[in-house]
């Protein structure tokens, strides 16, 4: 609108205008209004066609400001709606995070409870393979020890293998043997029996008693073993072997017949004994023969005993050249016959050498009993 007058803005509806008493004042009030209102250009308006626009504005603006309050209090209503709803929403969340919060609690004592029970056996674990190392090292330990131990055994066997040898040799040799033929060597030296080195020489000589008791008591321990061999017990006597002072004892009457020779002017006492033996040797000899103990025919190669003698020799010392003759001849008798009882016993006891015995043994012994009988 222009009214064609020329009017700069009425500056009555600028505050406190009227209080400007300079031109500064004035432009810095007229500033403020502008910045307010905008910029104010000038126009050809008067004021009265000024106040109607300025009513406009002031109406338009009245509105704007209510639609602006009722925005803003829609926008309140709004605000406060999600205040109380983010409230809410604060507060389940709150219920759910402590719930949450409370499971996850549990879970993590749980888990560190798992965690503390995992570390206990993992600890009991490691102690355990701990022992199971020392065990092994001990194992490889003791097992290198034993190899060694082997070794050694090893090398100790194969040291004694010849040792090993010679022991089943031995041993081979042993179950061939028998303790008779081991422990009494019976021989003849001209008219002399000899029995384990002590021969029945000359008994008028007082050197030669020592020799002719300890034969005595060879003789004494020989049938002694061979009646046990045998299981002999004899009805009148039994015999006592004590080396040099064997004797026997006849069981009836608990009479001592001692085997000594210590005096020649005892020999009398001394035949005594030496027959009592030879009655004892007789009945020794009969059992043998009822029993079958006996393999070869008694009478073809053994001397016969009747009464005090041996083959018609008496077994009695006396004086006379020819008599002690007989004597030493008697006894030559004698050890004939323990010496084939002895191969009485290697026949009987020993199958694997008994044909060697009977084909050999037997055969030597017969020829050199025959030469004692010549």
Same mark, same amino acid.
């Given at each position: 609108?222009?009214?064609?007058?020329?009017?700069?803005?009425?500056?009555?509806?600028?505050?406190?205008?009227?209080?400007?008493?300079?031109?500064?004042?004035?432009?810095?009030?007229?500033?403020?209004?502008?910045?307010?209102?905008?910029?104010?250009?000038?126009?050809?308006?008067?004021? $009265?066609?000024?106040?109607?626009?300025?009513?406009?504005?002031?109406?338009?603006?009245?509105?704007?400001?209510? @639609?602006?309050?009722?925005?803003?209090?829609?926008?309140?209503?709004?605000?406060?709606?999600?205040? @109380?709803?983010? =409230?809410?929403?604060?507060?389940?969340? /709150?219920?759910?995070?402590?719930?949450?919060?409370?499971?996850?609690?549990?879970?993590?004592?749980?888990?560190?409870?798992?965690?503390?029970?995992?570390?206990?056996?993992?600890?009991?674990?490691?102690?355990?393979?701990?022992?199971?190392?020392?065990?092994? $090292?001990?194992?490889?330990?003791?097992?290198?020890?034993?190899?060694?131990?082997?070794?050694? #055994?090893?090398?100790?066997?194969? /040291?004694?293998?010849?040792?090993?040898?010679?022991?089943?040799?031995?041993?081979?040799?042993?179950?061939?043997?028998?303790?008779?033929?081991?422990?009494?060597?019976?021989?003849?030296?001209?008219?002399? &029996?000899?029995?384990?080195?002590?021969?029945?020489?000359?008994?008028?000589?007082?050197?030669?008693?020592?020799?002719?008791? &300890?034969?005595?008591?060879?003789?004494?321990?020989?049938?002694?073993?061979?009646?046990?061999?045998?299981?002999?017990?004899?009805?009148?006597?039994?015999? #006592?072997?004590?080396?040099?002072?064997?004797?026997?004892?006849?069981?009836?009457?608990? #009479?001592?017949?001692?085997?000594?020779?210590?005096?020649?002017?005892?020999?009398?006492?001394?035949?005594?004994?030496?027959? =009592?033996?030879?009655?004892?040797?007789?009945?020794?000899?009969?059992?043998?023969?009822?029993?079958?103990?006996?393999? #070869?025919?008694? &009478?073809?190669?053994?001397?016969?005993?009747?009464?005090?003698?041996?083959? $018609?020799?008496?077994?009695?010392?006396?004086?006379?050249?020819?008599?002690?003759?007989?004597?030493?001849?008697?006894?030559?008798?004698?050890?004939?016959?323990?010496?084939?009882?002895?191969?009485?016993?290697?026949?009987?006891?020993?199958?694997?050498?008994?044909?060697?015995?009977?084909?050999?043994?037997?055969?030597?012994?017969?020829? @050199?009993?025959?030469?004692?009988?010549?």
């Amino acid at each position: 609108m222009d009214c064609g007058k020329e009017f700069f803005l009425d500056h009555s509806d600028i505050e406190n205008i009227e209080e400007c008493k300079t031109q500064e004042e004035f432009d810095q009030k007229l500033l403020e209004y502008q910045k307010k209102f905008g910029d104010i250009f000038p126009i050809n308006i008067c004021g $009265n066609c000024l106040k109607p626009l300025i009513n406009l504005k002031d109406t338009y603006m009245n509105k704007t400001k209510d @639609e602006i309050n009722s925005i803003e209090e829609t926008c309140k209503k709004y605000i406060t709606k999600l205040k @109380e709803k983010f =409230a809410k929403e604060e507060d389940e969340l /709150k219920k759910y995070t402590d719930e949450e919060e409370e499971k996850k609690k549990k879970e993590l004592e749980e888990m560190k409870k798992t965690v503390d029970e995992s570390e206990n056996h993992l600890k009991e674990l490691l102690k355990e393979l701990e022992a199971t190392e020392q065990k092994e $090292n001990n194992f490889c330990d003791e097992f290198r020890k034993l190899e060694m131990d082997i070794y050694d #055994v090893e090398k100790e066997l194969s /040291k004694s293998n010849d040792i090993k040898l010679d022991y089943e040799n031995k041993i081979k040799s042993f179950s061939n043997t028998n303790i008779f033929t081991e422990l009494f060597q019976i021989s003849f030296n001209g008219k002399y &029996g000899i029995i384990n080195g002590c021969s029945f020489c000359e008994p008028f000589s007082s050197i030669n008693w020592d020799s002719i008791n &300890g034969g005595w008591g060879y003789i004494i321990l020989l049938t002694k073993l061979l009646s046990i061999k045998y299981k002999f017990d004899s009805t009148k006597y039994d015999l #006592v072997p004590i080396g040099n002072f064997s004797k026997i004892i006849e069981k009836e009457k608990k #009479v001592e017949y001692e085997l000594i020779l210590s005096d020649i002017k005892l020999k009398e006492k001394f035949n005594i004994s030496m027959s =009592a033996y030879l009655d004892y040797l007789a009945e020794f000899m009969d059992y043998l023969f009822k029993e079958g103990k006996i393999k #070869v025919n008694n &009478g073809d190669i053994c001397p016969k005993i009747t009464g005090d003698k041996i083959n $018609n020799k008496s077994i009695k010392i006396e004086s006379g050249k020819e008599k002690i003759e007989d004597w030493h001849q008697c006894m030559k008798f004698l050890l004939t016959i323990l010496k084939f009882l002895i191969l009485q016993v290697l026949i009987s006891e020993n199958e694997a050498f008994q044909e060697n015995i009977e084909n050999i043994d037997i055969i030597n012994n017969i020829n @050199e009993i025959k030469k004692i009988f010549e």
